[in-house]
């Protein structure tokens, strides 16, 4: 394996490390744990408001902190040293979860808030490593790589998971419950195993620097951060980009986190529902790969619109389906357009970026996705409570909650098509030939 060859994969190392935590945690047993466990015997509006709000919480800390970050990082050359600590926090929190008790939901979400922030955090310096691993001809196929690469291992061991936790007396635990708490040890000892790797063999360019401009670098990076946002709203190709991504990618991280959490709410077994998420990641793999290809050979916008297409009418499925089979084949139309939407949006977005700046950028870009995370869940609640509200009848009937609060649940999730509507209108207005000449206007 040549030097280039090994930090590609380092690189794509880091998503099969992460997305343990991305479908263990935040996709799979966390939303299911916090509703039996964590906030037993609460109405299930009340615990997706809840569920939905601390996301958006944990999303905001995320969003104001990121730009500044990656700006600090590029003129300290730390993306990598960035990625570390905030990866590790992650890890951390997640094997928190583990000595979290019957009830606590409020300690419980909390110690998640922490571990997404750890999680989201280290993303931003992740993908900032992108154009360093990679060429302008093959950003699109890497890209897509490494959404491959989470898809099949954070499906490994999700796999791995479901059946400790489906057969737990055969690897001499008590019941499900203890075993989705080990799950969450599992996740942690994965997530920071397979990241040494990236450490070890991702490089990272460093520019020689006088001691005075090293003990500077915070004042610089914060005074760049401030000219590059002053930039940016100057570009009219890189604004109207961030903002289409803001809606769309809204859509589809809300679909990620809150699936599980809204199919039970629709009476669905949790057990079809995790079956389901496993199926998501491992069409998943081959699909990203695939969209790579596309992008490179059929145009990365192109097949932006045929995913965002794909999500509005998985959109209305879903908020129409009653069935068992119908959630298994909204798991599998979803899998094929997951990766390559997030992928190709990460690619398409590194043309704009001018050299030395990608921690900033990729701030940014990260910082529109934790906004669009920010409203997508807390809508979906928002709505869901509001219609619940409007629709329940004065002294209402066990049978007419539970009909009243399944309904509610679907206008909460066909209110995401909005945002994908919005996100692919603004897409259509971006000009990629216009954002490319942006790249020579760097600030420094």
């Known amino acids: 394996m040549n030097k280039n060859r090994k930090a590609v994969w380092g690189w794509a190392i880091y998503d099969w490390a992460n997305s343990a935590f991305a479908t263990t945690v935040m996709a799979g047993f966390f939303p299911v744990f916090f509703k039996q466990y964590w906030s037993c015997g609460v109405d299930v509006n009340i ?9 958006s919480l944990a999303s905001l800390l995320v969003a104001l902190m990121a730009p500044v970050l990656g700006a600090i990082a590029d003129r300290g050359s730390a993306r990598k040293r960035f990625l570390l600590f905030f990866a590790y926090l992650g890890v951390l929190m997640t094997a928190s979860l583990f000595f979290m008790h ?67 007396e055969r690897f001499g635990l008590n019941d499900s419950a203890q075993a989705v708490r080990y799950s969450f040890v599992s996740v942690a000892l994965w997530w920071g195993l397979f990241t040494i790797l990236t450490a070890l063999w991702v490089p990272e360019e460093r520019h020689s620097k006088s001691l005075k401009e090293r003990k500077n670098f915070i004042r610089d990076g914060i005074s760049q951060f ?23 990618i809204d859509g589809v ?20 529902l ?30 932006i619109y045929l995913a965002i297409g794909v999500y509005m009418c998985a959109t209305l499925w879903g908020a129409l389906m009653t069935e068992r089979y119908e959630f298994y084949i909204l798991a599998i139309t979803i899998g094929l357009v997951q990766g390559g939407i997030q992928a190709l949006s990460r690619s398409y977005y590194s043309r704009f970026i001018p050299e030395g700046q990608a921690a900033e950028y990729y701030g940014f870009f990260n910082m529109l996705g934790k906004f669009a995370a920010i409203c ?65 206007s760097a600030v420094v």
């Open 226 to 248: 401030t000219g590059t946002f002053r930039e940016i709203s100057r570009l009219k190709t890189v604004f109207l980009f961030l903002l289409a991504y803001w809606f769309y």
């Open 47 to 55: 615990s997706t408001a809840r569920l939905g709000l601390g996301n």
């Open 102 to 168: 019957k009830g606590e939901w409020a300690w419980a979400i909390f110690v998640y808030c922490m571990g997404i922030i750890g999680f989201s955090g280290a993303n931003v310096f992740y993908d900032s490593l992108l154009p360093g691993v990679a060429t302008e001809n093959n950003i699109d196929y890497i890209s897509a790589l490494g959404y491959g690469m989470g898809y099949l291992g954070g499906g490994i061991l999700f796999l791995i998971n479901i059946l400790i936790t489906i057969m737990p």
């Open 376 to 440: 997508g869940p807390a809508l979906m609640g928002l709505v869901g409570l509001t219609a619940r509200g409007m629709l329940m009848p004065d002294s209402p009937s066990p049978g007419q909650i539970e009909h009243v609060g399944r309904l509610a649940s679907r206008w909460g999730i066909a209110s995401l098509i909005v945002l994908f509507l919005i996100g692919a209108i603004l897409f259509y207005f971006v000009e990629e030939e216009k954002g490319r000449g942006s790249k020579g």
């Open 253 to 272: 991280d809300t679909i990620v986190r809150m699936a599980v959490d809204y199919g039970m709410s629709l009476g669905f077994n949790h057990n079809d």
């Open 274 to 303: 995790i079956i389901a998420l496993l199926m998501v990641q491992f069409i998943g793999f081959p699909s990203a790969l695939i969209f790579g290809k596309l992008g490179q050979f059929w145009g990365v916008r192109k097949s």
